[in-house]
């Protein structure tokens, strides 16, 4: 669990304080995230040497796929934090403004800025993060980069400038960011290994100079999926998970992909993109979420009409997910004292 952490600063009377990463340890005690790390300090992870990766204090990412109930906290970081959604949406704030970040989408806060995930709960995806220690704590600090970051003095000077003075905190990734991303993720769920830290060093460089090329070539970035397939999609699995009565109605993969006007390929690959699961076995999430639900709320009402009322055409391959689900037998499940988070 996390150390008591003390105030980072204070500034006219008001207390900023660091990350206390609770709801994360929380998720990851629950067995609600999957979350792969490296640190130092407070925050979750492998804990690193002090002398590896100067300046990074926390970089990794997390994944979930059922629907959640925690959110992250207000908070401040001790650095620059750098997100990258991989998948899913997720609802961003920033300094009191609310945000609507989807696949693709990458987000800077510096370490004033208050911010925090979820509004109040997270939604399924993957998110990438790296936070690092610049020596700065408020706006009118110098920034002292780690010497590892193999930039020429004025790109270096460019970056400083466009990341101190950008008030947009949501821009669209580019390929190569998406990229880097990816690969820091493979090197932190290798650690430790042979050459992971060179490596790691200069996938961090080259993230860095796409992260400058980005921010000199975009606008600040629109919301252009609201309208789009991939808003059609979204809209169709969040009403799949918010009503039994349509999650229960015997659908199939063709049937949910022309729903939503789409083939099969596109709509499975919307699916991935947005819950981190297939179409079927997010339908099956739902269904065995909402009878659940049953379960624990009607507890006169046998298990396996809940079952057949929830969509599924055999008590036995209910039993079987269910299982997969929570870890338990639905009459186990109706026993237990205590809610019962689902495994994802």
């Not at 390929?265 to 269904?287: E, K, W």
């Not at 909402?290 to 057949?308: D, S």
Request: net charge positive; aromatic share 10%.
């Amino acid at each position: 669990m996390p150390r008591s952490l003390e105030p980072l600063y204070n500034v006219g009377g008001s207390c900023f304080g660091v990350d206390s990463c609770a709801p994360q340890f929380a998720a990851m005690r629950d067995g609600k995230i999957h979350l792969r790390a490296l640190t130092k300090g407070h925050y979750p992870g492998i804990p690193m040497n002090p002398s590896q990766l100067p300046g990074i204090t926390s970089i990794g990412y997390w994944s979930c796929t059922g629907a959640q109930n925690w959110g992250t906290e207000s908070h401040r970081n001790e650095g620059l934090e750098i997100t990258f959604l991989e998948t899913g949406s997720m609802a961003f704030s920033v300094d009191a403004k609310n945000y609507e970040l989807s696949r693709g989408h990458f987000t800077i806060t510096r370490p004033w800025q208050l911010h925090k995930l979820g509004a109040p709960h997270i939604m399924p995806g993957k998110l990438h993060w790296l936070i690092m220690d610049l020596g700065v704590r408020r706006p009118n600090q110098e920034w002292r980069w780690p010497r590892w970051l193999s930039m020429t003095d004025d790109d270096r000077m460019e970056l400083t400038k466009k990341l101190r003075h950008n008030e947009n905190p949501v821009w669209d990734a580019s390929p190569a960011i998406s990229e880097a991303f990816r690969d820091i993720g493979e090197c932190v769920a290798r650690w430790p290994g042979p050459q992971l830290e060179s490596r790691m060093l200069a996938l961090l460089n080259r993230l860095f100079v796409e992260i400058l090329v980005v921010l000199g070539a975009q606008c600040p970035p629109k919301n252009p999926h609201l309208a789009s397939r991939q808003r059609t999609v979204e809209f169709f699995l969040r009403t799949l998970a918010e009503k039994p009565a349509i999650a229960r109605e015997p659908w199939t993969l063709p049937q949910m992909a022309n729903q939503c006007g789409m083939g099969i390929t596109a709509f499975s690959a919307y699916c991935r993109s947005l819950v981190n699961a297939g179409g079927i076995d997010y339908l099956n999430q739902c269904r065995i979420d909402h009878a659940a639900k049953e379960i624990r709320e009607v507890p006169e009402r046998p298990i396996t009409e809940i079952a057949f009322g929830s969509g599924f055409n055999s008590s036995q391959y209910f039993a079987t997910v269910f299982g997969k689900r929570f870890k338990m037998t639905p009459s186990a499940f109706r026993r237990h004292p205590q809610p019962i988070v689902p495994v994802i």
